[in-house]
């Protein structure tokens, strides 16, 4: 799935396309892509006619447009969910689901997603810590490039729970915006392993460790973020090349950049983790892949 830096990318691109546009109509294409609002077409499509798009926001790996009405439009982007702006003449994506025409005549946004696992909804928005947040991302926690971040608690918040190292990265109630692909990256960095209790990680090691997580998202976000799949691109449908200076994540059997020992894959929640067996020594206690 698209992490912090994908949807960054896409958030950006929505903010420089669609701010300040009105909707005049919305057409929905298939029924499962705004599954998640749940009064249904009709209703998705009233409460979106006639109001003018505020600004594009993100928290994480989540994304949204405020409205003017006091509401947001929440995007799910899923496996393979995309947000396209599109000449009105252009001709419909074979996976086309929803489609925004705005007043002003221009390009429209259509929402294209293959795989159907993500989706659009009209979400009200709350007040968390003086920040509007659609309902559904209230409970998640900032991301290292939130200017509110506060590493320290963000760190004490990883150490207390007691888990693996990797687990606790991407648990978005602690940290947000990280994923599989820059968790092992940020460990790789910081010469640890994904199966480290979190009981055993030091202050020190957990600054350090949410720092080369800032930096290589940093990092892939200067360049368009990591596309290894044609699915993941901006507003635009262009893809990134983050993934052409990866260091562990899909790197198996290739050398490590830094010793030289061929990077291995492990099993880890039904997808994979990729780590180098001398950079990052599996501690003792852990008797078993993380899966």
């Not at 795989?115 to 659609?134: H, I, K, N, Q, Y």
Request: proline fraction near 5%.
């Amino acid at each position: 799935m698209p992490e912090l830096p994908e949807v960054e990318v896409v958030r950006r691109g929505l903010h420089e396309h669609v701010a300040g546009r009105t909707i005049t109509s919305v057409e929905v294409l298939h029924a499962r892509a705004i599954r998640r609002h749940l009064p249904g077409a009709a209703d998705f499509a009233v409460r979106l006619t006639g109001q003018r798009m505020e600004a594009a926001r993100r928290r994480g790996k989540y994304l949204w447009v405020d409205l003017s009405g006091g509401d947001a439009l929440l995007a799910h982007l899923g496996m393979s969910g995309q947000m396209l702006v599109q000449p009105v003449d252009a001709p419909d994506e074979k996976h086309l689901r929803v489609r925004l025409r705005f007043d002003d005549g221009g390009p429209e946004l259509r929402f294209v997603d293959q795989r159907t696992f993500g989706g659009l909804m009209v979400a009200d928005l709350v007040e968390v810590d003086g920040t509007s947040l659609p309902d559904e991302v209230a409970h998640i926690a900032r991301d290292p490039l939130d200017p509110e971040f506060d590493l320290s608690a963000a760190v004490r918040a990883l150490r207390r729970k007691r888990t693996e190292v990797k687990r606790a990265l991407l648990d978005q109630t602690l940290v947000s915006g990280i994923g599989n692909i820059y968790a092992d990256e940020a460990l790789w960095r910081t010469r640890l392993h994904g199966l480290r209790p979190t009981a055993k990680l030091t202050a020190a090691q957990g600054v350090e460790l949410l720092g080369h997580a800032t930096e290589v998202m940093r990092e892939a976000l200067g360049q368009g973020g990591t596309s290894f799949d044609a699915l993941y691109v901006n507003v635009n449908g262009q893809s990134g090349y983050f993934d052409r200076s990866l260091a562990a994540y899909g790197q198996e059997d290739r050398p490590c950049s830094r010793c030289g020992t061929a990077i291995v894959r492990e099993p880890f929640m039904n997808r994979s983790s990729y780590s180098c067996p001398r950079c990052q020594p599996r501690p003792r206690s852990a008797v078993r892949p993380i899966g």
